[in-house]
């Protein structure tokens, strides 16, 4: 391509975005790399979501085209970030190509700059229909996915620019490391919340049992096994309980793991009476602009879906996230959570509702994270992640508004199986006592609220997931959980509480008002 060809295809820049003094920054370390690295060096450039990673590569380009004479190749993973790529490339006056399946490339030489899917490239590249021998640039969005990696071997003479917000590879057997020479850390998600770049995340995390869950291949929980236990009505009602204590009249965006569980979540909200859609990638074009429209334009929509708008989804009137999931990818948690940050006039803040342990999990989205040696070392950052046993034998279960308001007299409903156990341990006596111990505190609390004993009984039934976790905790402690053991030991607690509140009712209810109950 001749150097007359290349300049006529660099304009003035049409975009009113204006470059923040954070971006020029970044904008001016990379272009360093290019004049002093060697021409096949690869770099990686990390900025959170909603930094405006697109904005920066798109700036590097136009420049980087108005002063070499060289083609520059941008790649994605999903055509719908092809074709935003490209209208921001055309916002910064830079003429490109979008390679898609459909693209004739007959007339390939008249451009300088070309997008593409990674997979229309790959078929592309391996059909010999697409000229690369004057790429000197290959920028890589989202490059933490692992697919890019096999195109690497066609530009063994190019500077590769990847650009994620999380730099750990979604394969932990193919590191980051092993693919680019060096990271660029970019401005943390505190200073951009500070500075007024994004907004501010407040949690809501509940604690969820989730050693029900099984992990895939791809080292994340199945979606058969997310189905199964977040289909269940127990878990549906304490989503929609989520939604009207933290949510309710807001914009709403749900993300769950399957494709079932986001019907379910649509039928349970739209019984409810709430404005609800639901999306997920079997939607046409036509279906998915419809849905995003009226997400758009309605203010307390609920937008419920599976990973589609994890990347390349853009509203910022969104004002609460909510994870109807667990994830042990810490990149689709900040994709998650991201979608929520963009910032508005009226907006410095929005919500996160975690119902998958992911806070537990992973911390505070914008947590200090140390990006360079996760990058250098990311066995050692997801070595220390705690296991879901690990994590929940620390939780405190905690009965819901509606249970605890039945046992309002009582100041503390909670009793700890796990030291109860260590301390019977420890005087040397059967760990039978663990259960006897916990009988009798639900047998007080529920005397501590009752007038008779058959209000006492009556209140002794809804305490079921309390008994549950007791048990599932006591369990722990013998390494005794097979189903049966649990069923039987579950069943035998609810008899010996009955049992135990009817012969015990007055003598409890003496030690606690001073007097004998009425007749």
């Known amino acids: 391509m001749s150097e007359t060809l290349i300049a006529n295809a660099i304009v003035e820049r049409k975009t009113d975005k204006e470059l923040y003094s954070y971006q020029k920054g970044a904008i001016d370390q990379i272009f360093e790399k290019f004049e002093t690295a060697p021409d096949d060096y690869h770099l990686l450039y990390q900025l959170p979501t909603g930094g405006g990673k697109t904005v920066i590569f798109s700036e590097i380009v136009r420049q980087y085209l108005k002063n070499h004479n060289k083609k520059v190749l941008i790649m994605t993973h999903r055509i719908e970030l092809c074709r935003q790529t490209s209208s921001m490339l055309t916002s910064f006056g830079v003429t490109n190509k979008v390679v898609d399946s459909k693209a004739n490339l007959d007339d390939q030489d008249q451009y300088s700059c070309f997008v593409a899917m990674v997979e229309t490239l790959n078929n592309r590249l391996q059909d010999d229909k697409l000229d690369i021998s004057d790429v000197g640039l290959v920028i890589i969005d989202e490059a933490h996915y692992n697919s890019f990696t096999k195109l690497f071997k066609f530009f063994e003479n190019s500077f590769i620019l990847g650009v994620t917000a999380t730099p ?8 980051m490391k092993d693919n ?23 949690f809501y995390s509940y604690n969820m049992g989730l050693t029900s869950l099984e992990v895939g291949s791809n080292g994340d929980y199945t979606v058969k096994s997310s189905e199964d236990l977040y289909n269940n009505s127990q878990m549906l009602s304490k989503l929609l309980e989520a939604y009207e204590r933290h949510s309710k009249g807001k914009k709403t965006l749900i993300f ?18 709430y404005p609800i859609a639901h999306l997920d990638n079997t939607a ?10 009226w997400f758009n334009m309605t203010p307390n929509a609920i937008l419920t879906s599976v990973s589609i708008l994890t990347t390349g989804f853009d509203e910022p009137t969104i004002d609460t996230i909510i994870l109807n999931r667990a994830t042990k990818s810490l990149t689709l948690y900040y994709q998650m959570i991201g979608r929520g940050s963009r910032i508005l006039n009226n907006k410095s803040t929005f919500s996160v509702i975690d119902l998958g342990n992911n806070f537990h999990r992973f911390g505070p989205w914008g947590a200090d994270l140390d990006w360079q040696t996760i990058f250098k070392s990311p066995n050692f950052y997801t070595d220390r992640l705690l296991t879901d046993e690990e994590l929940e034998s620390n939780f405190k279960w905690e009965m819901p508004e509606d249970l605890r308001a039945e046992f309002a007299q009582s100041e503390e409903v909670y009793f700890d199986i796990k030291q109860t156990y260590v301390d019977s341990v420890k005087n040397g006596e059967s760990s039978k006592v663990v259960l006897e111990r916990s009988i009798a505190q639900h047998a007080r609390i529920c005397v501590e609220n009752s007038e008779d004993v058959y209000d006492a009984l009556a209140l002794s039934k809804m305490l079921g997931p309390d008994i549950d976790d007791r048990i599932q905790r006591y369990a722990k402690c013998i390494s005794k959980s097979t189903f049966n053991f649990l069923k039987w030991l579950t069943d035998d607690y609810k008899k010996k509480l009955s049992s135990h509140l009817r012969q015990n009712f007055d003598t409890i209810y003496e030690d606690i008002h001073g007097r004998p109950p009425e007749e």
């Open 168 to 175: 750990l590879s979604s394969n932990k057997d193919l590191p």
């Open 180 to 202: 680019y020479d060096e990271l660029i850390v970019g401005e943390t998600i505190e200073s951009l919340i500070e500075n007024e770049f994004l907004a501010r995340a407040e």
């Open 256 to 273: 769950n793991n399957g494709i079932n569980t986001s019907l379910h979540v649509y039928e349970t909200f739209r019984a409810a009476g």
């Open 284 to 293: 046409t074009k036509k279906q998915r602009k419809t849905i995003l429209k």
